[in-house]
């Protein structure tokens, strides 16, 4: 024995990970404190070492494409390591896929999205399949027939995975397919064509590019119809317990979320059920983006948590200099400065929720699409600034950064890029004057409280002559949203420094250059894990 092995943290296990207050007083004030309970319950088996054993395991033994069984039988199943199952099974159970809409307490919505938001510091890649399940009913009630079958095995907390038919089995899985080759966000130029068939069916002749979690059991669609661009179910299995023609040709091979399989299905003469009318594609499968966009806000609102998470409880044990890291005034700075990005972040993807539970129908069009412009593009900085603040621990793969670094620019891109979300917000705006109107209302709840904050507001301007101003527009509106809800719910030493640094120019330009007003300490002290 050379060595004696000291001054390394201890792992961070056995900690509850709702014990987040920034969520749970979130979570009260939107609507949901019935659900602290059940959160803190979830929270606690999130942070034990089980589940990050699962979450290593899941993405360090990938799923494998099996496109043929023994005998020849096309097949085009996924296989999944058995740890990425045991993720699943706690997610549907608590009820984070499509349970919400079936609950009738409220602040159902609120309540599953701080589940997400937990559950998912665990691990990102299994959130892709919940997510969109949650998301499918929206848009599936444009076809109610079809929404009365599926909804309340879709909104089911049993986890029953494999290609049965759908109606045999005790919950669902749902997935979209929109993007192809040629299109890419650009969805009106996809060229799959949807025939009508004698039988009120369609049939599906075409491909698609990105299509995640394609062991899922339906599937939204879009594809060219007689009408136009319309929208369509597809089963993997028919009612009558035949393999739907759902050909993967192969898995994406990426770069992070690689515990969930991306793939390329072809179809040939695949059998397909409308959803809304012909030509009314995107109007009806937007309600199912909506919901994922507002997925993409909560599960980059988690990643930001876990990294910081973990840069603090990294600190706090960590000695050098003659004294903790935690104690530094750099490293203080540095930490408190992410707690704000995290806190920020925390307190709009729960407001969200709660317009959904409140069908704030002006106010979350236009929010959602800002929040997943802003939140999503500050998750890479962040977990990048945290896994720095471990150093060379933070590099490597037992660490749990570098695989929080590699998922975290994927809600930017899922669900239509930062610059598809910018233009969408200008498109909102111009044709939508209640949605501007909700958005600014919710600003002046916040006015007179803070120098910043009011001047900022007086600043901004909703008319954008150019769509090269498109990204400084909604990084504006962001902001200001951010702002308003830390100035009426957050301590003042989290709501000064917010609005100080992002709207009163005392900050440079990277983490870690807050102004020395800041309460650097109280911040800290607020965000560490208890």
Not at 23 to 36: D, F, N, Y
Not at 144 to 149: I, N, R, T, V
Not at 252 to 276: H, I, M, Q, Y
Not at 367 to 374: S, Y
Request: contains cysteine; charged residues 20%.
């Amino acid at each position: 024995m050379t060595h004696e092995v000291f001054n390394q943290a201890p792992p961070l296990v056995d900690h509850d990970v709702a014990a987040d207050p920034a969520l749970l007083a979130a979570v009260e004030r939107e609507g949901a404190p019935w659900a602290a309970g059940d959160l803190h319950r979830l929270g606690k088996l999130a942070g034990t070492a089980e589940p990050q054993r699962w979450a290593d395991e899941a993405n360090r033994h990938e799923p494998r494409l099996l496109t043929h069984d023994r005998y020849g039988h096309r097949v085009d199943e996924v296989d999944f390591h058995p740890s990425w199952h045991r993720l699943m099974e706690v997610a549907v159970s608590e009820g984070l896929a499509g349970a919400a809409w079936a609950g009738t307490r409220p602040g159902a919505h609120v309540a599953r999205a701080a589940g997400f938001y937990v559950w998912s510091q665990v691990e990102a890649g299994h959130a892709c399949p919940v997510s969109m399940t949650y998301a499918v009913i929206p848009a599936l009630r444009h076809a109610p027939g079809l929404s009365a079958l599926y909804e309340p095995l879709l909104a089911s907390r049993s986890y029953d995975p494999g290609l049965r038919t759908p109606s045999a089995k005790s919950g669902l899985l749902a997935g979209m397919g929109m993007t192809e080759k040629q299109g890419g966000s650009d969805v009106r130029a996809n060229t799959t064509v949807a025939t009508p068939a004698a039988d009120g069916t369609y049939r599906l002749r075409g491909h698609k590019w990105f299509t995640s979690a394609p062991m899922c059991d339906l599937f939204l669609v879009l594809a060219q119809a007689p009408g136009g661009l319309t929208c369509f179910l597809v089963p993997r299995v028919l009612p009558d317990g035949t393999r739907n023609p759902f050909r993967i040709q192969r898995l994406k091979d990426k770069l992070g979320n690689r515990s969930n399989a991306s793939s390329e299905p072809e179809f040939d003469d695949t059998v397909a059920w409308l959803v809304g009318g012909e030509g009314h594609g995107v109007r009806t499968i937007i309600e199912m983006v909506a919901m994922t966009r507002l997925d993409c806000v909560i599960g980059s609102a988690s990643g930001m948590r876990a990294a910081l998470t973990q840069a603090v409880h990294h600190t706090r044990h960590r000695r050098a200099f003659g004294g903790p890291l935690i104690g530094k005034p750099a490293m203080r700075n540095v930490l408190a400065d992410l707690a704000l990005e995290s806190e920020a972040a925390t307190a709009l993807a729960m407001r969200l929720a709660g317009a959904v539970d409140r069908d704030e129908q002006a106010f979350k069009r236009l929010a959602i699409a800002v929040g997943k412009f802003w939140v999503c593009k500050r998750q890479p900085a962040v977990v990048g600034e945290a896994l720095e603040c471990l150093g060379g621990n933070g590099y490597v793969e037992e660490s749990g950064l570098p695989r929080l670094y590699r998922d975290a620019p994927l809600n930017s891109i899922w669900e239509g890029s930062g610059n598809v979300q910018a233009l969408d917000v200008l498109r909102t705006m111009q044709r939508s004057p209640s949605s501007l109107a909700a958005f600014m209302s919710e600003l002046s709840e916040s006015t007179g409280a803070d120098r910043h904050f009011d001047a900022a507001v007086a600043r901004f301007s909703a008319a954008v002559s150019d769509e090269s101003d498109a990204r400084r527009t909604v990084e504006a509106m962001a902001l200001l949203l951010q702002a308003s809800l830390l100035v009426r719910f957050a301590p003042p030493a989290v709501a000064d420094a917010f609005c100080a640094s992002r709207l009163g120019g005392d900050w440079g330009h990277t983490f870690g250059t807050l102004g020395r007003g800041a309460d650097t300490a109280a911040i800290v002290e607020r965000a560490a894990p208890a």
